[in-house]
């Protein structure tokens, strides 16, 4: 990372705000994490890349189960390797 002075960045781009998420594990342990401000980013500009949580397959076939005994279907998947 390199410190820059506010009166360094051009006129036509915005500095993201960052804040700090703490959590503690179960076991004790705490964990920080750096977070950006979403909803201040332009998509090219910020950022390029995004990131999504995945799902267990536990958890896949334990909402199939709830969906087919609420007589529902499941009909949109996203699978991207």
Do not use: E
């Not at 960045?9 to 998420?21: E, F, K, Q, T, Y």
């Not at 890349?49 to 267990?56: G, K, L, N, S, V």
């Not at 969906?67 to 699978?79: H, L």
């Amino acid at each position: 990372w390199t410190l820059i002075d506010r009166s360094d960045v051009p006129s036509d781009r915005a500095i993201v705000r960052l804040i700090w998420v703490y959590k503690r594990k179960r076991s004790g342990a705490l964990k920080a994490r750096l977070c950006v401000q979403g909803c201040a980013q332009v998509h090219g500009v910020d950022y390029d890349q995004t990131f999504c949580a995945t799902m267990r397959p536990t958890s896949l076939r334990s909402l199939a189960a709830i969906a087919n005994s609420a007589g529902m279907s499941m009909r949109r998947w996203d699978f991207v390797a």
